[in-house]
């Protein structure tokens, strides 16, 4: 047998071709190392500077953003509202024009004053300024809403409860006595320890629930994080004013579990209502934003997506990975989100969202409807001479189903989250709202009225502040004074703050 | 320069290390190029042998067997029940014992008397023999359903639509006519054609339902077919009797759409009403099992997925992959069918299923009530002399009602297929129930019965009976003797006519 060798001395072409064969493999693997580093660096997160705000947590996005400018610029997006045009043109949403039988379901409330659709993280604390529902604090008149309020709307709100030395100083006092103070725009400080870069649980209603619950926050993993710091906010809470004499301290209601009827079973043990609804008199609830009790329910929660894997996810600049700090909707970033997991079309994913939610608000108005009804029913039976004997199982039905709406309805996404719960939740409010009909169409029969109560003309937000007694050109003048006159104050006072700040480093 | 063969003269060890690297790679792509013919072998379907059956549609699945052994040795695998026995021991769930407000619900109509969750194809001959829905025909007594109600019961019916010549003289005369013709089990004649052994729509109804949509059956995709060919039994359906005079003709209810409301609206534009309620007067409607129509909603449709990729999934055998036509609930077979696409644990997949599934029945359960309520308080209003200008709203909202109650429960697989959709129509039924209570309270006020009506004592399948008025004991019976005399000669006589065609050939 013959030699390699020898073989390539008779016939010069082989070793050629085996030689060209090795180049090009080579070659490949080259290619393949290459992309393998490429990958490497792209995975690698922008390097991490130590923070050194000793003086104070600081509040202020920009001086963070010094040393996180990529972040910081994806976070100053959340300024744009452009995306809202496609709505009414405006980049809010006045919520009751768009549903006037919202103004009759929180008569009496705050929200049947003014609802708009939140138009992003940038812009609340003037929001809060702008609400009717504050008011209009000017000298000794006090605003209708207590500083709690303040608690998720800024930076600033860490800062403050550090220097006063406990959550309930900062609880404590109304609202426009912390105008002066909240000024940033939430960002920085409200998710992150400065010096580690850690995700950071800011707000004490969060701790304080994990606590109730036995559970460790400490323990949690970081991708638990990236859905626990927008827990902080994005919860069902209420005032208690109970723990701490005369101060209306934040609470989550979990202590019997994250649903709808753990949280409705929690406040009844407690009697406690956030209002009496001035034509039922029923003794409400109001829903806040369940965003995250809802999500917790959902199959992207069971599969372990965290809020920021879809609302903020990843994203490639220069060759660095880092977090988009442009908090919004999926919809609006589709290919960094959905299409992460999901390889469909973007626009068959964005129609599936949308066909979830068109089926649930279906019967989401359908209720409201029926509650609107139910309200103006028992109104029609105090006003004939009802005994509180009669009413007080009805008026408990109406607490009932008016809660199973609102959170169903205030939960951000909710229909999208968990469409299955969120139909669940609004099933449960109709048979609950059903029962308070019934029982009031045989009061009123007894009371001699045996026909059907005539469903008000509130087709538009300004008849149904009418029918519900709102005097909303006063309302309107004193915010406007407030917001000439008071808030500029503030923010020059804020101002002058920050810059002696910046002299004493 | 020196040449490759200069390089590899002075160090032949370089040479070498060429002949081996090069010897490995082509090793490699030898293992590579094995294993993309191995796959290509997997992927061939089994020799389709042409058949030929010229006398007549072959009912008889075993002798298509005799070709196609791997389908019918998994077609037969439908006999197996074993996997109920999780359940009560039992191969049939006894729906009235497990829910006794069915009786109430479905008082007037068979399935009162008798309703079981069907066995799997095998048995859907034994199965209909056994109900006491069919009846005890003996001698010159009828039964109570017409022939049309074998139709998807074997493959003995195409067979009989032609050897018969038409549809209508199938559907036409009473069900104990065909008795001694239809006895072979649902299998290879239903849903193939024995010649391209190619998908086939053997029902008349789906092809006539397509050409009122205007629709071509013939242009439509093989994965289309692939859910059509059960979209042939799997839908809703009604016995028409204006169509051809005096015959139950079967017919879908399609025209206006395949939504719930469209076939609502169908059903309510012609006057059509399966029966009238004994209790409430109300002139019902019994929905089928809108299965098709249901998966039609769903996100898996959307996505293409057809009814055989989960109910009869791709196996292989020997090398050889075919289609599993062991038709059964993809939860018994999730490697095969749900882990295809889905990556996750199987017991976590089963758990996301009866979630959905938990969380829809809790509201289904309670519309049941509340209709069963309803036919009760209308029968009070009845009996305390209502008027028929009183009830005939209140008899429209208990029909629409219970339609769509009745559309979502009968629905194989519903609530895991289209979940949100399903929980859209529970709660418009919500809806309905609510307004025919609260007109009910009203009508019952005036005829002076101002107080709740008593919710009827049917704790168990044999007080639900007996408080609708049934003589059970008779009808068993009945059953008992028309199983003992009547079948077994049936059976004598489909033997005789098989054994004679054998024969023939």
């Known amino acids: 047998m013959k030699s390699v060798r020898e073989i390539i001395k008779e016939k010069p072409i082989i070793g050629w071709l085996l030689f060209i064969g090795t180049m090009i493999i080579v070659f490949l693997i080259g290619l393949l190392a290459s992309s393998i580093v490429e990958r490497r660096t792209e995975a690698v997160f922008a390097y991490s500077p130590e923070l050194e705000f000793e003086d104070r947590i600081e509040p202020r996005n920009e001086e963070w953003g010094k040393y996180f400018p990529r972040q910081y610029q994806s976070l100053i997006e959340t300024k744009d509202t452009s995306f809202r045009s496609k709505y009414n043109g405006s980049s809010m949403i006045d919520m009751l024009e768009e549903d006037p039988r919202l103004v009759v379901l929180w008569a009496g409330y705050g929200f049947s004053k003014d609802y708009n659709q939140s138009r992003g993280h940038y812009y609340a604390v003037e929001d809060l300024r702008n609400t009717l529902r504050t008011g209009a604090p000017i000298g000794d008149k006090e605003s209708p809403m207590p500083n709690t309020c303040w608690t998720c709307k800024s930076p600033d709100v860490p800062r403050l409860i550090d220097e006063l030395g406990s959550p309930e100083e900062f609880y404590k006092g109304s609202w426009e006595e912390h105008g002066d103070e909240i000024v940033n725009a939430i960002g920085c400080a409200d998710c992150h320890d400065p010096k580690t870069m850690q995700l950071k649980i800011t707000r004490p209603a969060l701790l304080e629930a994990f606590d109730n619950m036995d559970k460790d926050i400490n323990q949690v993993s970081h991708q638990q994080m990236r859905s626990l710091v927008c827990a902080q906010c994005h919860v069902e809470y ?67 997506v965290s809020c920021a894997d879809c609302h903020m996810p990843y994203k490639s600049e220069g060759g660095q990975k880092f977090t988009d700090h442009h908090i919004q909707s999926p919809l609006n970033n589709v290919a960094n989100s959905c299409q992460v997991c999901h390889r469909q079309d973007a626009n068959e994913l964005i129609s599936d969202v949308y066909e979830r939610q068109d089926k649930i608000i279906q019967n989401r108005d359908e209720l409201e409807k029926q509650i609107v009804h139910a309200h103006v029913e028992a109104k029609k039976a105090w006003d004939l001479g009802a005994t509180e004997n009669q009413m007080n199982e009805i008026l408990q039905h109406i607490r009932h189903a008016q809660w199973r709406w609102d959170y169903a309805a205030a939960s951000h996404g909710g229909s999208f989250h968990a469409p299955v719960e969120v139909s669940r939740i609004i099933s449960t409010g109709m048979t609950k709202i059903q029962e308070a009909r019934i029982k009031l169409a045989r009061v009123l029969a007894d009371l001699g009225h045996n026909e059907p109560v005539p469903y008000p003309d509130i087709s538009t937000k300004e008849k149904a502040q009418e029918f519900v007694g709102l005097e909303m050109e006063k309302l309107n003048e004193e915010k406007q004074e407030f917001l000439e006159k008071v808030v500029p104050q503030w923010i020059k006072k804020a101002e002058k703050r920050e810059s002696s700040w910046d002299k004493e480093s």
Do not use: C, I
Not at 280 to 303: C, N
């Open 238 to 304: 209420y005032f208690n004013k109970d723990m701490v004499k005369g101060v209306p301290y934040l609470k989550f209601p979990w202590d019997n579990g994250m649903t709808v009827d753990a949280a409705e079973e929690y406040y009844d043990n407690m009697g406690f209502k956030d209002w009496t609804h001035p034509l039922s008199k029923a003794p409400m609830l109001k829903a806040q934003h369940p965003g995250y009790e809802l999500y917790q329910t959902s199959v992207h929660a069971k599969r372990g």
